[in-house]
């Protein structure tokens, strides 16, 4: 303990207080609080103390001193490696200083003097720089502080630009390759050349990354060089670099203000000056704009001086008045620049490069293959053991102990160098899917969901940032054109349900109310679309929070659309169209397209649990009851309705019984456009109700398993399961009917009770035919369509569903192991298997 005069050992004092002690006291001092305790007890435990085992922390010279620029060609290409998995590790969720800083060269690129290791590191931290700046602008981590925290590294970084970055490495690759050539030819091994490849490779890999995510990603995000522009005098935007005699337009400020402050100041000259203040002021700005202009004329154009001298200027009426001619001039001019400051400001909007990022993309694949096939080529751990990569000369795990988050966990799985070159190859993939598939999924809000959240089951935070720039990259307009999500919203909306008010032939489409009421309804559905698009940039988490939020919205959205249906009633009875409301061939049609997108994010919504294994077996009876009665026939219900209301639409229009012979063709592609969707409506009808069916035979074959003790529900009887079925559907209580269900509801309709009393055999035979049903269902469909390609897993579960039935029949389960199991591309439809 430190005193005023110096450390005083007080153990043998310490220790016969502590005998006195009982529960909850402790000893204390006036100079040694509770936070002192508190920091004592955390001392030494590798948990909770970061600075254990750091007496003497790596620096880059002990790396050289071991041999780090060594010629030791498979040394150098484990350590490029081991830097490649340690970002793995960091994109997975550990803190940066215990993972990619752990390599010393990363915080001290400046010093490296090593040819190869020079442009590797500074490409690898600009790469972490540019992923954490994409990660958070996106802002889809909210534990981003911790997992993603850049301390005081990215604060003290003079970075490099990418230009001079991508030079050096592929100066290097060429420089290998030449190595690499002379080296076999020396010895005539290929050794040495496959070598050398793979190291050339690791670089070409880098560079690849980086390029792809600048066409990707606006500058601002993509480049710590990001030139933004600065305003002087007010209105004329610059760029601040090529503004060169910035600070020396200042001092002549200060100077011209020091010489008013000296001039007299008499009340007329006061007055005086108050008048001409904004005159003043003006032409300050003015002068300000016209330097920063043509400081940057000088760079787009070079001087010219004429041969010639210019013709003399004839005298004419404006010349009487020089000064006031020139001081309206002045003012006219900078009234102008007034009103066309906004379009000043505005800087050219930024749109990814598909194109090019898709055959870098290609190229990134193959590196990434190759990168996976010449791992073997590098130097073996001991044991053959990765670890945490300690063996290698610049690898130290305490390197960056100051930089780790005080509170963050201490448990690092570092992955193997192999399996981060795998987890590289994946995510290669998911880039060059990203620069191909987003353009195609803007059609309709349904494929534009439908995209996002397949990309996003597996993706990774990089790649699912990523996504979230290259859909909105600076606001709400997709992929920084001139399109917001309200243009699919309305395509879906029109194609699917075909609302009056979008009808031209509808006098509800010229009615200013209902005009009104329809854009307010469609700025609310864009909003929403927007935020639930957004969360697909989180985890499974954060997406299943976020989606809760987004359905109390989503009913409040009915509202809107209520007023919607509500004005197209008065309208279409005003106008003697119609009776009654009921007889309006698309009666509550945009009612119906909101609660079909509510399913649907109910749908998504209870796979992210399942996908998240949230769900125990002994819950599954009524979470199951919910997925077939409740989700997938309203779902049907509102396909149906879908279908419906078109059929009426295209009866009632004009173009249906037209004998015009000029309009035949357009006839024709409307009929084909109408055929081509009742296809798709009728195969997810069928879809819904085979879903339907594999639901009922989930809930009996439950029952089944719980009878048999194979199953066990906890105690507490009747009421403790309405708790449990209370809290699964608590997201759902603002919904109301039908989506708010209760607990006698589900015991009413599943007749559940009785399911508990009917014979066992006769319970397993109706769960069969259950199966049996949607497997003769999902064979009369074309599984061969892009957007249905999980019905051949769906058929796999029936199958394998089936079997179970007749194995629980027929077989002695004693000493078997019978659990659920839950395939890789649909966990939520399991099927049981008997071991």
């Known amino acids: 303990m430190e005193t005023g005069a110096g450390k005083e050992d007080v153990s043998q004092e310490f220790f016969k207080l502590c005998e006195g002690l009982s529960v909850g006291e402790m000893v204390t001092t006036p100079k040694f609080t509770l936070l002192e305790v508190m920091s004592a007890i955390e001392l030494m435990e590798p948990k909770m103390d970061v600075g254990v085992g750091a007496s003497h922390l790596k620096t880059l010279d002990d790396a050289i001193a071991d041999g780090l620029y060594g010629d030791d060609m498979p040394m150098q290409l484990a350590v490029m490696d081991a830097t490649l998995a340690m970002v793995v590790a960091w994109l997975e969720g550990s803190s940066l200083g215990t993972t990619v800083w752990t390599n010393v060269m990363l915080a001290n690129v400046a010093k490296i003097t090593h040819p190869l290791f020079h442009p590797f590191a500074a490409g690898i931290n600009l790469l972490v720089r540019n992923i954490y700046s994409l990660v958070n602008n996106v802002g889809n981590l909210e534990e981003l502080p911790e997992d993603f925290n850049p301390q005081n590294l990215f604060n003290n970084q003079t970075w490099m630009h990418r230009r001079d970055i991508i030079i050096m490495m592929r100066e290097q690759m060429h420089a290998l390759e030449r190595q690499g050539a002379s080296w076999s030819k020396e010895t005539g091994s290929r050794r040495a050349v496959e070598i050398c490849t793979a190291c050339s490779a690791r670089l070409e890999f880098v560079t690849l990354m980086l390029d792809i995510m600048s066409y990707l990603m606006p500058p601002e995000i993509e480049n710590p060089h990001f030139d933004h522009k600065i305003y002087v005098g007010g209105h004329e935007p610059m760029l601040e670099k090529d503004y060169e005699d910035l600070e020396k337009l200042k001092l002549e400020d200060a100077e011209e203000q020091e010489e008013e402050q000296k001039e007299d100041k008499s009340p007329g000259k006061k007055e005086n000056n108050k008048k001409n203040g904004k005159k003043q002021k003006r032409k300050k700005n003015k002068k300000h704009a016209k330097a920063a202009k043509n400081a940057q004329n000088e760079k787009k154009e070079s001087p010219k001086t004429s041969p010639t001298k210019p013709e003399e200027e004839k005298p004419n009426s404006s010349s009487a008045k020089p000064a006031e001619s020139e001081d309206v001039d002045d003012e006219e001019e900078y009234m102008e620049d007034e009103d066309d400051c906004s379009s000043c400001d505005d800087p050219a909007q930024f749109t990814p490069n598909f194109q090019f990022a898709a055959v870098l993309s290609d190229r990134l694949i193959q590196i990434s293959h190759l990168i996976k096939n010449t791992v073997i080529l590098g130097r073996r751990g001991p044991d053959n053991e990765d670890g945490d990569y300690k063996w290698l000369m610049p690898f130290d795990s305490k390197a960056c102990v100051r930089m780790i988050p005080a509170c963050f966990p201490r448990s690092v799985k570092y992955p193997t160098r192999m399996e981060a070159a795998v987890w590289w190859t994946e995510c290669a993939q998911r880039i060059y899917d990203l620069s191909r598939l987003p353009p195609k999924s803007t059609k309709d809000i349904n494929m534009l969901f439908f995209f996002a959240q397949q990309f996003t089951v597996k993706s990774c935070v990089f790649t699912r940032s990523l996504l979230q720039v290259i859909m909105f990259p600076t606001d709400a307009h997709l992929m920084g054109g001139n399109t917001t999500c309200a243009e699919p919203i309305e395509d879906s909306l029109k194609n699917n349900f075909m609302p009056q008010v979008l009808d031209k032939d509808s006098p509800v489409h010229d009615d200013p109310l209902a005009r009104q009421l329809y854009l307010n309804f469609l700025n609310q559905m ?120 078109q059929l009426n639409y295209w009866k009632g229009s004009s173009l249906s019984t037209t004998l015009n012979q000029r309009r035949q063709k357009e006839k024709q592609a409307r009929e084909a456009d109408l055929k081509r969707r009742f296809v798709v409506h009728q195969f997810n009808v069928l879809n819904q109700y085979a879903i339907s069916l594999i639901c009922e035979g989930i809930v009996k074959l439950s029952v089944i398993l719980i009878r048999k003790g194979i199953v066990r529900v906890p105690d507490g009887g009747d009421e403790a399961e309405r708790l449990r079925f209370e809290r699964r559907f608590e997201p759902l209580q603002n919904l109301g009917p039908p989506l708010n269900v209760n607990y006698e509801q589900f015991k009413a309709k599943t007749r559940i009770d009785e399911l508990y009393q009917v014979e066992m055999n006769d319970l397993i035979d109706a769960a069969a035919e259950n199966f049996n049903q949607a497997k003769a269902n999902l064979e009369q469909l074309d599984n061969t369509v892009e957007q249905n390609r999980t019905n051949f897993e769906l058929l796999q579960i029936t199958k394998s569903n089936m079997v179970a039935c007749r194995l629980l029949k027929m077989m002695n389960l004693e000493g078997r192991k019978v659990e659920w199991t839950y395939p890789e591309q649909l966990p939520m439809y399991p099927y049981l298997s008997i071991k």
Not at 541 to 556: I, K, P, T, V, Y
Not at 558 to 577: F, N, P
Not at 585 to 590: E, K, L, P, V, W
Request: with cysteine.
């Open 526 to 645: 864009s909003k929403l679309a927007v935020n639930v698009y957004s969360s697909f940039g989180c985890n499974l988490s954060r997406q299943r929070d976020r989606l809760e939020m987004a359905l109390e919205e989503l009913a409040h959205i009915q509202y809107y659309a209520g007023q919607v249906e509500k004005r197209t009633d008065e309208v279409m009875i005003a106008a003697k169209m119609i009776d009654c409301k009921e007889q309006n061939s698309s009666f509550h049609s945009i009612a119906s397209f909101v609660f079909h997108n509510l399913v649907g994010i109910i749908h998504y919504y209870f796979e992210l649990g399942f996908r998240m294994d949230l769900f125990v077996p002994y819950e599954f009876p009524y979470i199951f009851w919910f997925l077939g009665e409740i989700d997938a026939k309203w779902m049907m219900t509102t396909m149906e309705r879908s279908q419906e209301i």
